[in-house]
């Protein structure tokens, strides 16, 4: 399939302007390896890997297995010896690093010099202008749909209103699992978009099984969302969390019973590889833009009559 051209995909070098979203305990190396491998652009969270030789393991695994471009989630907190993680990606040629819970200037010069990108996660235009006067290359903006940690504002409002008061590229995060949602997404000013509920029930993500089930069979309103978890406001299944009582020290097997996801559970139908979630995103997208096309050509053929 002929590729689809962004100011993302000409600045990463990647087919399609798909991130695989970098889910804790569900993004490793085999759903990063698949999602580049399809013409995206595969990621992972750092803190999936607990000790560097793990992190300097996975990497080693990913670059056996695809020399496309991949991306992580660094987080800068201070919780996590983020020096020595973004030292071990920079040598494996991770281009694209997506900041959060901290200050970007940390990685900045280092990920510049190496001929990376630095993406912000941000969910407000107060957040978003920071991120710009700090030096940031891109917005991640996370939308009220999505997964996981996630904003209060819908994506198709939250998109247009970044790209139009910061000026940075924007990537859309929540409620895409289409083609026809990745063209709305971009319609309204995105460059990218993030896939993460889609790409949680497919073969390559460590969801356990029962997990990927519960997003096929989840609607819209099996979502809700909740600062209970984290203290930060984040989409979860419902029913995995109605027993919550404490949350998990960082590094419980606990986590594994909390099932973040989000309300495009409501496009997500069946289990399959990630190379066909992505391979029938970007056909549904062709056939999308070819379908509002030909609404234009109707109505000027209509004004010719």
Known sequence: MAKIETAF???????????????????????????????????FPLPN?????????????IRNRTDKPIGVN???????????????????????????????????DDVHASGGRVFADIISLEQALKA?????DGLIAVASDAGG???????????????SHVGLPV???????????????????????????????????????????????AGPDDI???DKITDNPASWL??????????PELGSKRWLDLWSAGKSVAQTEEIKPAGAVISEMVEDYRRTCEELAQTISAGRHSQSQ
């Open 9 to 43: 995909t000409e600045m990463f070098g990647v087919d399609y302007p798909i991130i695989g979203a970098p889910m804790f305990l569900v993004s490793y190396e085999e759903l990063t390896v698949a999602v580049s491998e399809a013409g995206g652009l595969g990621a």
């Open 238 to 247: 419902a029913h995995s969390i109605k027993d919550f009582q404490k949350r």
């Open 74 to 108: 660094i987080h800068l907190s201070g919780k996590f010896p983020w020096k020595e993680q973004l030292a071990l990606c920079l040598d494996a040629g991770v281009k694209f690093f997506l900041t959060s819970l901290g200050d970007p200037r940390l990685i900045i």
């Open 132 to 136: 710009r006067d700090r030096g940031v």
């Open 49 to 61: 890997y607990r000790t560097a030789d793990d992190l300097r393991a996975a990497l080693k695994n």
């Open 224 to 226: 809700v969302c909740t």
């Open 149 to 163: 940690h996630c904003g209060r504002v819908p994506t198709l409002i939250l998109v247009p209103y970044f790209k």
């Open 171 to 217: 990537v859309a995060a929540g409620g895409i699992s289409t083609g026809a949602q990745m063209a709305a997404a971009i319609a309204v000013g995105a460059c990218a978009v993030v896939v993460g509920t889609r790409l949680i029930a497919t073969d390559e993500s460590k969801a356990v099984q029962a997990y990927k089930d519960a997003v096929v069979a």
